[in-house]
């Protein structure tokens, strides 16, 4: 079945200092693909999102690329903030199954020190 | 505002006892959806619900029930046959119909003793 691969955490990184975050997924059919992210004791919200291959999702300087080569949707920031300490979740659709769950990654933490 | 409501943000029960977990959506979205939370294990689908009065299990339905009789509401109930059942739980929506992207609510964390 689909899933999704996200790189072990925790991350930790100096403030300034470029993120990436690796996503990998399996699927069969052409999902689209999301990145969420969690705040300590807060509900996910959504970050960015590409819906076909080669699209870019962008948001609060986070970007992700969709790539269908190598199945990889991995997130980038280039300068991190401490307020950008959260754990990050991939996730995938079911292609043309609207109104189901999405698949998510099992989250990485992200760590940011001043 | 638009968004979803989960009620209460905290919950103790006692083993043995039943307890349902309130959530609440303004969006006029048609699917809503319910996760379960574990430390280092993502998110997890209990259970979900395209349109009114429909439902299906999801990957860890057991010990769960839900019912969805309004559009706006999908509630969701932990009975005493859930055998680990503390955990932090996610109620989400979507539009549906052909839209993928889903929005959550704060979580309502729910400890049993």
């Known amino acids: 079945g689909d899933s999704v691969t996200q790189m072990e955490g925790p991350v930790t990184l100096s403030e300034e200092a470029f993120l990436t975050i690796n996503c990998t997924y399996t699927?069969?059919?052409?999902?689209?693909l999301f990145w969420y992210v969690q705040y300590p004791g807060e509900g996910l919200q959504l970050l960015l999102k590409?819906?076909?291959?080669?699209d870019k999702g962008s948001n609060k300087g986070f970007e992700a690329t969709y790539r269908k080569e190598t199945t990889s949707f991995h997130l980038e920031k280039g300068s991190v903030q401490v307020s950008d300490s959260a754990v990050y979740f991939c996730?995938?659709?079911?292609?043309?199954?609207?109104?189901?769950?999405?698949?998510f990654g099992k989250g990485t933490t992200l760590s940011v020190s001043s | 505002d638009g968004g979803i409501t989960q009620s209460p943000k905290y919950l103790f029960r006692k083993e043995g006892q039943n307890v349902t977990l309130s959530c609440e959506q303004n969006?006029?979205?048609?699917?809503m959806y319910w996760y379960r939370q574990d430390p280092g294990q993502g998110l997890r689908l209990i259970y979900y619900?395209?349109?009114?009065?429909?439902?299906q299990k999801g990957d860890i339905a057991e010990g769960y029930s839900v019912s969805r009789e309004k559009k706006e509401s999908f509630p969701l109930t932990v009975t005493s046959a859930q055998k680990n059942p503390t955990a932090f739980y996610l109620c989400?929506?979507?539009?549906?119909?052909?839209?993928?992207?889903?929005?959550f609510g704060p979580g309502t964390r729910l400890t049993v003793t």
């Open positions: 989400a929506s979507s539009k549906g119909q052909g839209s993928y992207e889903q929005y």
């Open positions: 699927a069969t059919g052409y999902p689209s």
């Open positions: 590409a819906t076909k291959a080669d």
């Open positions: 996730a995938l659709s079911d292609w043309g199954q609207a109104g189901t769950a999405l698949i």
């Open positions: 969006l006029n979205h048609d699917a």
């Open positions: 619900s395209q349109i009114v009065n429909d439902f």
